[in-house]
Protein backbone atom coordinates (compact mmCIF):
# COMPACT_ATOMS: atom_id res chain seq x y z
CA UNK A 1 0.00 0.00 0.00
CA UNK A 2 2.54 2.42 0.82
CA UNK A 3 4.13 1.80 -2.09
CA UNK A 4 2.01 2.53 -3.83
CA UNK A 5 0.83 6.09 -2.57
CA UNK A 6 4.57 6.92 -2.90
CA UNK A 7 4.29 6.78 -6.93
CA UNK A 8 1.64 9.43 -6.86
CA UNK A 9 3.40 12.03 -4.99
CA UNK A 10 6.10 13.77 -7.22
CA UNK A 11 9.79 13.61 -6.62
CA UNK A 12 11.11 16.77 -4.42
CA UNK A 13 12.36 18.08 -7.81
CA UNK A 14 9.63 17.50 -9.97
CA UNK A 15 6.87 19.25 -7.01
CA UNK A 16 9.63 22.42 -7.29
CA UNK A 17 8.75 22.44 -11.11
CA UNK A 18 5.20 22.10 -10.52
CA UNK A 19 4.99 24.92 -8.11
CA UNK A 20 6.78 27.22 -10.65
CA UNK A 21 4.33 26.05 -13.36
CA UNK A 22 1.72 27.05 -11.21
CA UNK A 23 3.16 30.23 -10.13
CA UNK A 24 3.99 31.24 -13.94
CA UNK A 25 0.09 30.41 -14.60
CA UNK A 26 -0.90 32.48 -12.22
CA UNK A 27 0.83 35.56 -12.81
CA UNK A 28 -0.33 34.55 -16.20
CA UNK A 29 -4.07 35.03 -15.60
CA UNK A 30 -3.16 38.31 -13.68
CA UNK A 31 -1.35 39.50 -16.66
CA UNK A 32 -4.49 38.09 -19.01
CA UNK A 33 -7.06 40.03 -16.60
CA UNK A 34 -4.98 43.00 -17.04
CA UNK A 35 -4.09 43.37 -20.59
CA UNK A 36 -7.09 41.27 -22.22
CA UNK A 37 -9.74 41.95 -19.57
CA UNK A 38 -8.71 45.35 -19.03
CA UNK A 39 -8.83 45.43 -15.46
CA UNK A 40 -6.43 47.80 -13.47
CA UNK A 41 -3.96 46.33 -10.52
CA UNK A 42 -4.14 48.38 -7.39
CA UNK A 43 -1.24 48.35 -5.43
CA UNK A 44 -1.74 45.56 -3.25
CA UNK A 45 -2.12 43.41 -6.16
CA UNK A 46 0.89 44.14 -7.75
CA UNK A 47 2.45 43.41 -4.51
CA UNK A 48 0.87 40.02 -4.29
CA UNK A 49 2.12 39.48 -8.14
CA UNK A 50 5.83 40.31 -6.43
CA UNK A 51 5.09 37.75 -4.15
CA UNK A 52 4.15 34.93 -6.21
CA UNK A 53 7.31 35.53 -8.60
CA UNK A 54 8.83 35.11 -5.62
CA UNK A 55 7.82 31.81 -4.50
CA UNK A 56 7.88 30.82 -8.16
CA UNK A 57 11.62 31.65 -8.55
CA UNK A 58 12.68 30.23 -5.34
CA UNK A 59 11.04 26.93 -6.22
CA UNK A 60 12.65 27.15 -9.68
CA UNK A 61 16.07 27.76 -7.58
CA UNK A 62 15.57 24.31 -5.32
CA UNK A 63 14.73 22.59 -8.99
CA UNK A 64 17.96 23.54 -10.64
CA UNK A 65 20.05 23.62 -7.32
CA UNK A 66 18.64 20.30 -6.89
CA UNK A 67 19.94 20.43 -3.11
CA UNK A 68 20.49 17.42 -0.73
CA UNK A 69 17.55 17.34 2.27
CA UNK A 70 18.49 20.02 4.23
CA UNK A 71 18.46 22.68 1.20
CA UNK A 72 15.21 20.97 -0.02
CA UNK A 73 13.48 21.90 3.39
CA UNK A 74 15.53 25.65 3.34
CA UNK A 75 14.25 26.53 0.02
CA UNK A 76 10.63 25.17 0.83
CA UNK A 77 10.80 27.27 4.01
CA UNK A 78 11.92 30.21 2.43
CA UNK A 79 8.75 30.02 -0.13
CA UNK A 80 6.22 29.43 2.55
CA UNK A 81 7.19 32.44 3.83
CA UNK A 82 6.85 33.97 0.54
CA UNK A 83 3.51 32.57 0.54
CA UNK A 84 2.84 33.77 4.16
CA UNK A 85 3.76 37.54 3.27
CA UNK A 86 1.95 37.58 -0.23
CA UNK A 87 -1.37 36.25 1.83
CA UNK A 88 -0.85 39.12 4.03
CA UNK A 89 -1.14 41.68 1.96
CA UNK A 90 -4.16 39.26 -0.06
CA UNK A 91 -6.01 39.67 3.63
CA UNK A 92 -5.51 42.91 3.63
CA UNK A 93 -7.11 43.89 0.27
CA UNK A 94 -9.89 41.33 1.27
CA UNK A 95 -10.37 43.64 4.86
CA UNK A 96 -10.27 46.61 2.86
CA UNK A 97 -13.00 45.19 0.02
CA UNK A 98 -15.31 44.37 3.35
CA UNK A 99 -14.93 47.51 4.68
CA UNK A 100 -18.07 49.66 4.94
CA UNK A 101 -18.30 52.41 2.67
CA UNK A 102 -18.11 55.11 4.97
CA UNK A 103 -14.27 53.57 6.88
CA UNK A 104 -12.75 52.80 3.27
CA UNK A 105 -9.65 54.69 2.81
CA UNK A 106 -9.60 57.98 0.08
CA UNK A 107 -8.60 56.95 -3.22
CA UNK A 108 -4.81 58.26 -4.91
CA UNK A 109 -3.23 58.54 -7.74
CA UNK A 110 -2.64 55.80 -10.12
CA UNK A 111 0.41 53.90 -9.98
CA UNK A 112 2.44 55.04 -12.66
CA UNK A 113 2.14 58.72 -11.30
CA UNK A 114 3.05 58.10 -8.12
CA UNK A 115 6.25 55.98 -9.48
CA UNK A 116 6.64 59.00 -11.62
CA UNK A 117 6.38 62.05 -9.01
CA UNK A 118 7.01 60.75 -5.60
CA UNK A 119 9.69 59.19 -3.70
CA UNK A 120 10.50 55.47 -3.57
CA UNK A 121 9.81 55.45 -0.39
CA UNK A 122 6.14 56.61 -1.04
CA UNK A 123 5.93 54.63 -3.62
CA UNK A 124 6.85 51.69 -1.28
CA UNK A 125 4.27 52.99 1.19
CA UNK A 126 1.77 52.89 -1.44
CA UNK A 127 2.14 49.51 -2.53
CA UNK A 128 2.12 48.15 0.92
CA UNK A 129 -0.77 49.62 2.20
CA UNK A 130 -2.60 50.21 -0.03
CA UNK A 131 -5.60 52.75 -0.57
CA UNK A 132 -9.59 53.04 -1.69
CA UNK A 133 -8.59 51.90 -5.16
CA UNK A 134 -7.62 48.40 -3.22
CA UNK A 135 -11.24 48.59 -2.15
CA UNK A 136 -12.59 48.14 -5.54
CA UNK A 137 -14.17 44.37 -6.31
CA UNK A 138 -14.79 45.17 -10.15
CA UNK A 139 -14.55 41.23 -11.25
CA UNK A 140 -16.15 38.34 -8.95
CA UNK A 141 -14.51 35.04 -10.28
CA UNK A 142 -18.41 32.81 -11.12
CA UNK A 143 -20.13 36.13 -9.23
CA UNK A 144 -18.59 35.09 -5.52
CA UNK A 145 -15.06 35.54 -5.07
CA UNK A 146 -12.93 38.89 -5.75
CA UNK A 147 -9.67 38.67 -7.23
CA UNK A 148 -7.77 39.08 -3.60
CA UNK A 149 -9.79 36.11 -2.18
CA UNK A 150 -8.61 34.04 -5.29
CA UNK A 151 -5.21 35.19 -5.06
CA UNK A 152 -5.92 34.43 -0.95
CA UNK A 153 -6.63 30.51 -2.01
CA UNK A 154 -3.85 30.25 -4.43
CA UNK A 155 -1.46 31.59 -1.31
CA UNK A 156 -2.78 28.89 0.97
CA UNK A 157 -2.36 26.20 -1.97
CA UNK A 158 0.98 27.19 -2.44
CA UNK A 159 1.85 27.20 1.30
CA UNK A 160 0.33 24.09 1.27
CA UNK A 161 2.84 22.58 -1.33
CA UNK A 162 5.40 24.61 0.11
CA UNK A 163 5.06 23.02 3.51
CA UNK A 164 4.67 19.82 1.90
CA UNK A 165 8.25 20.35 0.55
CA UNK A 166 9.49 21.20 3.79
CA UNK A 167 8.66 18.42 5.98
CA UNK A 168 7.87 15.18 3.74
CA UNK A 169 10.04 12.31 4.46
CA UNK A 170 12.36 11.03 1.72
Not at 15 to 31: D, E, K, P, R
Not at 75 to 102: E, K, N, S, T
Not at 120 to 134: E, I, V, Y
Amino acid sequence: MANSLDALIPRTRNLNLMIFLACTSIIGVALYMEHVMLLQPCGLCITQRVFVILVGLICLASAIHNPSEKGVKNYALAAAAMCVAGGYFAGRQIWLQHLPADLVPACGPGLSYIMDNFPFMDMLNFLLKGDGNCAEVSWRFLGLLSIAELSMLGFIGLIGLCLFQAFRRR
